[in-house]
């Protein structure tokens, strides 16, 4: 078999795992502990974007940096509580294909707006980490997503030119960014023909065998 020319970079929350409650719970015990209201709609309105950029947005132009960092690493820390506690499970063909795209010889990374501590305890959660040759977190990045540096040092990281990765999200900010950085896209969700990635899936599980190698193909003819 031919190895593929191309790499592979996975968002990881909603795409490779739905940790969407554990968020949730985390963000909402943090913040009433603060005495601040959160509703369902605006964490939901956040999901996929770094922690200032979300306090930001939450405590107002005023908030100091001091308190947002406070309150970040406090809903982080009870995140990875949750995780530890309570484990999870990829979602319906996640951990199948990032074993077969391996197998295959598709070069693969992370490429998160997650710090890097949550990155880590969610892949060693599902048991996804040697399936993995490089990461990329919020600590990684001056810009959160639809920057597309993300993307372009996740790349950098498996030595991959961005013309040839192939990037898999779940949020329109992750697709977005993935097309600035110049790359082919893959969406995954209940929404997915809604992100505007160049395929989209309800669930990886339902994606064709051909799935990575054709859009690659597609790539390289510079189309789309």
Request: hydrophobic share 45%; glycine share 8%; net charge negative.
């Amino acid at each position: 078999m031919t190895p593929p020319r191309g790499a592979v970079l996975w968002d990881l929350d909603g795409t490779l795992v739905d940790s969407e409650e554990y968020h949730w719970l985390a963000w909402k015990e943090i913040l009433d502990q603060e005495g601040i209201s959160l509703t369902r709609a605006q964490f939901l309105s956040s999901f996929g974007q770094r922690n200032d950029a979300i306090l930001r947005a939450w405590l107002g132009e005023d908030a100091s940096l001091e308190l947002i960092r406070k309150i970040g690493d406090d809903k982080e820390a009870h995140y990875r509580e949750l995780v530890r506690t309570n484990g999870l499970s990829p979602l319906p063909g996640a951990a199948e294909w990032v074993e077969r795209l391996h197998q295959e010889g598709w070069p693969q990374a992370i490429a998160s707006s997650a710090p890097r501590l949550n990155v880590e305890a969610v892949l060693d959660a599902l048991h996804l980490r040697k399936w993995f040759q490089a990461s990329t977190a919020a600590e990684d990045v001056q810009a959160g997503k639809p920057d597309p540096q993300v993307f372009l040092i996740a790349a950098s990281r498996l030595n991959a030119a961005p013309g040839i990765c192939i990037v898999v999200e779940d949020a329109r900010a992750g697709v977005e960014g993935a097309r600035r950085a110049g790359m082919r896209s893959i969406g995954v969700g209940k929404n997915a023909s809604s992100l505007g990635a160049d395929l989209a899936t309800p669930r990886l599980s339902d994606l064709p065998a051909d799935s990575f190698s054709s859009l690659l193909a597609t790539a390289g003819r510079g189309l789309g």
